[in-house]
């Protein structure tokens, strides 16, 4: 039965009847034993779900290296969960990063999130590449492949990256990530759907035929959201600060306008045809689990093992 066209995209979604998604989450290393808690608290809630995958991020300068290797084994070891490691070329030679794609490899791993990355403590700051390292995420991308045939995905940003003359330029350069190896695109986070899907378009008339996932932020701090778009060049709409006008003493409200506006984007976008979604967890899960349910996915029972793991 074909749900109503005067019901609302999220009432749409829960009438069902759509394919299932394909859902991945991200996940940050932990920085101590109190934030390692809520981390496996988080991943023990959504993997239930069953994503395609998971990738735990890489900090600024390889800050996080020990910590995200420690987390994605963790995870291959104690979990259902297909972990993808993030890693950057900043501050390392290539003889570094290599080292720590094959540390990877004779692990399990075998997928790796393949990302120029950001100078040490300075989040969207002037990237000055080492002589001896990989220059960019293209270069690291063959050198990956080089090494062992991982799955690699590559980052692109639906507005344009702040470092780049063009939209058309940063087509280009995906299409040089894809040449070197890259078989999946993860979008930065965005609440521009119209400009998403034209800029999708575009991207596929140029001749870019991997899977390109919408990256998906469900934030409930908009002071923390304001600050992160400044400086990595994310432009946020007006109606996005009127619905959280008012509410910083207010944590409950924000979670519900936070899920609410992510299960619209969402729902949307599965009505414009989009089945893989990459949702930024920020090592919480209420939100993203609800925001699956919206897009129909559901618990799947875990292996005996894993279950009680």
């Not at 998971?54 to 290797?69: F, I, L, N, P, Q």
């Not at 080492?130 to 050198?143: F, H, I, K, S, W």
């Not at 639906?158 to 003359?165: A, G």
């Not at 619905?243 to 992510?262: C, H, I, M, N, W």
């Amino acid at each position: 039965m074909t749900p109503p066209t005067a019901l609302g995209p999220v009432a749409r979604a829960g009438a069902g009847g759509g394919p299932r998604p394909n859902i991945s989450f991200e996940f940050s290393p932990p920085k101590g034993p109190k934030s390692e808690e809520a981390l496996w608290e988080a991943i023990r809630r959504l993997e239930p779900l069953n994503p395609s995958f998971v990738s735990v991020t890489y900090g600024a300068g390889g800050s996080t290296r020990e910590r995200t290797h420690r987390t994605v084994v963790r995870m291959l070891k104690e979990t259902t969960l297909r972990p993808a490691a993030h890693l950057t070329c900043v501050e390392a030679s290539r003889a570094e990063v290599d080292e720590v794609v094959r540390d990877y490899w004779a692990a399990g791993i075998r997928h790796i999130v393949a990302l120029r990355g950001d100078p040490p403590g300075s989040l969207g700051g002037a990237y000055v590449p080492r002589a001896d390292g990989y220059q960019n995420a293209t270069e690291l991308t063959a050198g990956i492949r080089e090494i062992a045939p991982f799955e690699v995905s590559v980052g692109v940003y639906p507005q344009i990256h702040p470092e780049s003359p063009s939209v058309d330029h940063d087509i280009e350069v995906l299409k040089a990530k894809v040449d070197a190896g890259a078989t999946r695109a993860i979008s930065n986070f965005f609440f521009d759907i119209d400009g998403y899907l034209r800029f999708i378009e575009r991207i596929r008339k140029a001749g870019v035929t991997i899977p390109i996932l919408p990256g998906i932020m469900p934030v409930s701090s908009y002071a923390g959201l304001a600050n992160m778009s400044q400086r990595i060049g994310v432009s946020l709409p007006g109606w996005l600060a009127n619905l959280f006008e008012g509410l910083d003493e207010d944590p409950e409200t924000r979670k519900l306008v936070a899920a609410s506006v992510a299960a619209e984007m969402c729902a949307r976008l599965a009505e414009e045809g989009f089945s893989d979604f990459h949702f930024y967890t920020l090592n919480r899960a209420d939100l993203t689990y609800a925001i699956c349910r919206v897009l129909g996915v559901r618990e799947t029972p875990l292996e005996p093992k894993e279950a009680a793991a």
